[in-house]
């Protein structure tokens, strides 16, 4: 935890005041109970009214100034500690912004969010807490200091007492330090069993599996409780055993303390201060539980969330990146083998093919054949086992990832949108679009129609995630999305599957035109969409079955000619 503290850098004066403050605020506190033992004992006894006056009203600023330092330490800590809480949120998530897809599948995004909402939250209470840390062992020490003082015959009754207590609290801390621990793993099963159900929810009402995620939900719910009243029961025998303890110490004070005044040992007012001093050790006894309450789940969230701040991306920008020449981009993979961290077969054998500019690559294969790992390796999302891959020769390795993928335009399988305008998600790979290649990125995707229908065009309100569209709509803004970055390298991932027949035709003519010069990637699973590409990749479990024209692999390639075989009549595919 004390590794995250280091982002309290910046509050260091704010940090320096709230000490020196709460250092004063428990000074004022230990001085009163002196103080009133001099107004009983001199004031009081001896009828002397000025006196007590006198000291009663210094008593007043003593307590006032007290409550003006915890004032101010409270403000600036409550200041420090959102502050801390959200740089901690910005460090975490700039961290994991620089995640391969690797690192993502290791931690799983569940876990990322309760890490980095309610895990940031546990840390965050004990800055808060802070005051605590300063006021509780300063109250605890000068508290023994002030009744030893007061009396040292007394104060042996505390001096047995506090060990006593300290085992308690040690022995219950003991116990539930492996249950704070198991509770933040709990959270994250109900983080992981609510994103499914939220983000699958169209599948398992249709599949009328609404009870069994209930059950699930509850399952997980039922887990995350019982671990929560495991770790409050132990806490709660624990206030209970304290006040006991502490009780029959005071028992013991106020009759030792009894038997020393009736022998002149010991004054009353001295008494009174005395008992006000052990009720100072008490409390800060209590908020030191308090502090150890909060440790254990505290450190089990900062070790959370230290192990995603120690993750490494795999995946980084070269340390000086090579520049690319020219708008054109020849795409090359040459001999690249990859397998998926923990899988058992390659996805991915020594694949080698050229993509060139001004042509159309598509890609084929049967499903889980690796065409979608492929570009996944292009984009970087994943680095290759072995080969690799160049764009003009250069080895995407050595180039900036901002630079390699800012000259792509990708379109994925599964169209994803943002929240915001239509227009917002139009210009989301390219803000300076200007509002005429914006529309005419809409126009070549066959998605103005639609848009300009929409009650406030282009100004309309998406959903989180487009669900106010249609999937072909949203695939239509997506490839629209790619248009409008007009990249040298369009990868379109199977993009064109929720586009109907004719749609799909007016698509692929109005593209024609406008990707001239580009490099087309594109992933199909329909041979009469890729029929007249320039070159078609064959993809059979992970290695190339073979590369041509259509009428070329019609002649040469069994496994296309299966596929075309299974897809297409004779007629068509002659
Ligand atoms: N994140 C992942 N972790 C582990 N294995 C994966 C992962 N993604 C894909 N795979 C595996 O890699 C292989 C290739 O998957 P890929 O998604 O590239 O196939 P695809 O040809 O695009 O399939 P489809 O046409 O069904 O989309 C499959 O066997 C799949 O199970």
């Excluded at 680095?383 to 990832?401: F, H, K, P, Q, V």
């Excluded at 490839?479 to 991932?493: C, E, T």
């Amino acid at each position: 935890m004390f590794k995250l503290f280091r982002l309290l850098r910046p509050y260091q004066a704010s940090v320096a005041a709230i000490i020196i403050l709460m250092l004063l605020q428990s000074l004022a506190q230990l001085y009163l109970p002196t103080l009133l033992s001099d107004i009983v004992d001199t004031g009081v006894v001896k009828g002397d009214v000025g006196y007590i006056l006198r000291f009663g009203a210094y008593m007043l600023l003593v307590a006032m100034g007290g409550m003006a330092c915890v004032m101010v330490a409270s403000y600036l800590l409550s200041r420090t500690a959102t502050g801390f809480g959200r740089d901690l949120r910005r460090k975490l998530f700039t961290h994991v912004e620089s995640f391969s897809l690797n690192e993502f599948d290791k931690i799983g995004t569940s876990s990322i969010i309760t890490r980095t909402t309610n895990d940031i939250s546990q840390v965050q209470q004990v800055i808060v807490m802070m005051r605590m840390f300063i006021g509780a062992p300063t109250m605890l020490i000068g508290g023994v200091i002030m009744a030893t003082y007061k009396d040292a015959h007394l104060a042996l009754v505390l001096i047995a007492v506090i060990p006593i207590l300290a085992l308690v609290i040690a022995v219950i801390m003991r116990t539930g330090m492996p249950l704070f621990k198991a509770l933040q793993v709990k959270i994250d099963g109900i983080n992981l069993v609510l994103r499914e159900h939220l983000t699958g929810i169209r599948v398992i009402r249709a599949f009328n599996r609404s009870e069994h995620e209930k059950k699930k939900f509850e399952t997980a719910n039922q887990e995350f409780t019982q671990t929560a009243i495991r770790v409050n029961s132990i806490m709660v025998t624990m206030m209970p055993l304290m006040m006991l303890i502490f009780n029959l110490g005071m028992v013991v004070i106020l009759w030792y303390g009894g038997i020393r005044i009736d022998n002149n040992h010991m004054e009353i007012g001295d008494l009174m201060a005395f008992i006000q001093y052990a009720m100072q050790i008490m409390f800060s006894m209590f908020m030191m539980t308090m502090i150890f309450m909060m440790i254990p789940r505290a450190t089990a969230s900062a070790a959370r969330i230290n192990e995603v701040l120690a993750i490494e991306s795999t995946i980084h920008d070269a340390s000086s990146p090579a520049k690319l020449q020219g708008k054109e981009t020849r795409v090359e993979f040459r001999d690249v083998t990859f397998s998926y961290p923990g899988a058992e077969q390659p996805a991915l054998h020594n694949i080698s093919f050229t993509a060139e500019p001004g042509e159309v690559t598509a890609i084929i294969g049967g499903t889980g054949s690796g065409k979608t790992t492929l570009m996944n390796l292009l984009l970087r999302f994943y680095d290759a086992d072995s080969g690799e891959i160049a764009l003009n020769g250069t080895g995407i390795r050595a180039l900036s990832l901002e630079s390699l993928r800012g000259r792509i335009g990708y379109v994925p399988q599964k169209a994803v949108l943002f929240s915001g305008s239509v227009s917002s998600n139009l210009r989301f790979g390219n803000e300076e679009a200007s509002e005429e290649e914006m529309i005419h990125a809409a126009g070549t995707a066959q998605a103005r129609e639609f848009i300009e229908e929409m009650k406030e065009g282009y100004a309309s309100p998406l959903a989180q995630g487009g669900t106010n569209l249609s999937g072909g709509q949203k695939q239509r803004l997506s490839i629209a999305r790619a248009l409008a970055r007009k990249p040298s390298i369009y990868v379109f991932d199977d993009s064109f599957s929720a586009l109907d027949f004719k749609t799909d035709a007016k698509l692929r003519a109005a593209l024609k035109a406008e990707t001239e010069q580009a490099t087309m990637l594109i992933v199909a699973q329909r041979v009469s969409t890729i029929m007249d590409a320039n070159k078609i990749v064959v993809l059979d479990e992970g290695r190339i079955a073979g590369i041509g024209t259509h009428s070329e692999l019609m002649r040469t390639c069994d496994v296309y000619k299966e596929i075309v075989a299974s897809q297409l009549s004779e007629e068509e595919s002659a």
